[in-house]
């Protein structure tokens, strides 16, 4: 049974939006307290759970497999948590980001949740190099888990977007990844900037580096392939600057091939729900995520 967002959350959701950037940390943890009972009563059958699985040496190197039962030639979604490039963990909380993957896994497409190296002591391009290994686990795992390697997708939210974009468009890290057949961007940092106006700008530091002459050839939009099919989602409220950043990404795809990728404003969202809300009752952007998965297929 799916379970609806409940009316109290609702309020707080409509409460925190407009202030939303006024104390991101304290918003961002009163939304995963308030979504974990919520996810914890949604539908988790019909999917197979494998955790902590290496792909590669470092101990930041684990993921984790949500696998549809039974699967056999499924599409798969590689999921990249954010966390301003310094913090967050592919468990955020006990239901926080495992609903994502329960989302995908009850609809027919294989999930790995996935975790990677952080700032300070790993510093770019470290994310994109941990995305790509991670990307290539799963192809060469492909057959023996049920996967269909040529519908591979790339999902990153938040900094997690900076690494999966960075990843699919082959920036500098990438070079190990196998081909991927499409891109989610959800509220990504997809470009890397200091400004005073960015409250996590200190964090963009701690990965990109102090120097902001080098920002602009480090940032993901700037190696945006208008051949790689992308999906944009963003929030009504987010946090500063990120809707401005998808949307610069979807100009750049789209003026590069004359034609707009699909993008999302989920109304009535702030930063921290449009991710946490997946696997509940309220399934537009789920929906959205689901069909774009589906009609991507990588050409050989």
């Known amino acids: 049974m799916e379970i609806p967002i409940p009316e109290a959350l609702r309020r707080l959701m409509a409460e925190l939006g407009p202030v939303w950037a006024a104390d991101v940390p304290r918003n961002v943890r009163r939304m995963i307290d308030a979504f974990d009972p919520v996810l914890e009563r949604c539908p988790k059958d019909g999917v197979e759970v494998r955790r902590d699985i290496a792909y590669g040496a470092d101990p930041a190197h684990r993921l984790d497999l949500y696998l549809p ?31 994502v993957c329960f989302w995908f896994a009850r609809h027919g497409v294989a999930c790995v949740n996935m975790e990677y190296r952080l700032a300070p002591m790993a510093r770019y391009p470290s994310g994109t190099e941990d995305v790509a290994a991670a990307c290539r686990w799963l192809a060469d795992h492909a057959d023996g888990i049920g996967v269909d390697a040529r519908r ?57 580096g102090t120097d902001a002459s080098r920002y602009e050839e480090r940032s993901a939009v700037a190696f945006a392939d208008p051949r790689m099919p992308t999906f944009i989602g963003f929030a009504q409220f987010e946090n500063p600057l990120l809707d401005c950043y998808c949307l610069e990404l979807a100009h750049v795809l789209a003026a590069g091939r004359g034609a707009a990728p699909r993008v999302l404003q989920l109304p009535g969202h702030n930063h921290t729900s449009i991710i946490a809300h997946l696997n509940t009752a309220e399934d537009l952007l789920g929906r959205e995520l689901l ?8 050409a050989d």
């Open 69 to 99: 039962r039974g699967a056999s030639g499924a599409p798969a979604v590689v999921f990249v948590h954010g966390g301003a490039f310094v913090d967050g963990e592919k468990e955020r909380s006990p239901q926080v980001y495992a609903n």
């Open 152 to 208: 591979l997708v790339l999902f990153g939210h938040s900094a997690g977007a900076a690494h999966a974009a960075s990843c699919a468009y082959g920036a500098p890290g990438a070079a190990a990844a196998p081909p991927v057949a499409g891109l989610i961007v959800l509220s990504g940092r997809v470009r890397a900037d200091n400004r005073p106006d960015n409250p996590n700008a200190r964090k963009v530091e701690a990965y990109y």
């Open 291 to 298: 069909a774009f998965v589906e009609r991507t297929r990588r």
